[in-house]
T-cell receptor, first 113, second 113 residues
């Protein structure tokens, strides 16, 4: 009964490729997020979607395109991958306006070679 | 804008001794504050949260934190460290709408036997 699940867990790919990471939550939350954790373990928000609508885009290159087909899913597509995209990407969900915590997926470790 | 400063990048304690991980926040409103833990190669797990109720918050695994508005601090403590507590700990503040979490840089806790 995983609350927030993301796939794949590991992704190794060559520069220039296009890849997607999928995320699903079964908590009934109305908001989903993508966070990026860099090599120094610093976590920063990339996108936030509330009821399938984009509400936060933190100056992420437009090679990154999130897509939310419904409230329970938020996928991340990355075009023309670069070496600097190597990181761990975390999906999360929460119920905003209630100050509840965010629940995180296990992360996807992306390595661009 | 909200921000979080974790005052120590690394903390080392002996098993059975107290743990103190320091966090200061900056916010123009009454914040929601969280502590998350990340074990090696794992996702993020919520330890505890403060959302303007009791200022002393108890979390999982014997951890607790005290919200001190006058000091703008939210330090994490545990009376007696266990080997399994070795991990990285993140202090986090939520924005006013709860739309995103702002993470501190993290504190790596090492527990010596």
């Amino acid at each position: 009964d995983t609350a927030v699940s993301q796939t794949p867990k590991y992704l190794v790919t060559q520069m220039g490729n296009d890849k997607s990471i999928k995320c699903e939550q079964n908590l009934g939350h109305d908001t989903m997020y993508w966070y990026k954790q860099d090599s120094k373990k610093f976590l920063k928000i990339m996108f936030s979607y509330n009821n399938k609508e984009l509400i936060i885009n933190e100056t992420v290159p437009n090679r990154f395109s999130p897509k939310s087909p419904d409230k329970a899913h938020l996928n991340l597509h990355i075009n023309s991958l670069e070496l600097g995209d190597s990181a761990v990407y975390f999906c999360a969900s929460s119920q905003v306006w209630t100050n509840t915590e965010a629940f995180f997926g296990q992360g996807t470790r992306l390595t661009v070679v | 804008a909200q921000s979080v400063t974790q005052l120590d990048s690394h903390v080392s304690v002996s098993e059975g001794t107290p743990v103190l991980l320091r966090c200061n926040y900056s916010s123009s409103y009454s914040p929601s504050l969280f502590w998350y833990v990340q074990h090696p190669n794992k996702g993020l797990q919520l330890l505890l949260k403060y959302t303007s109720a009791a200022t002393l918050v108890k979390g999982i695994n014997g951890f607790e934190a005290e919200f001190k508005k006058s000091e703008t601090s939210f330090h994490l403590t545990k009376p007696s460290a266990h080997m399994s507590d070795a991990a990285e700990y993140f202090c986090v503040v939520s924005d006013m709408n709860g739309n995103k979490l702002v993470f501190g840089a993290g504190t790596i806790l090492r527990v010596k036997s």
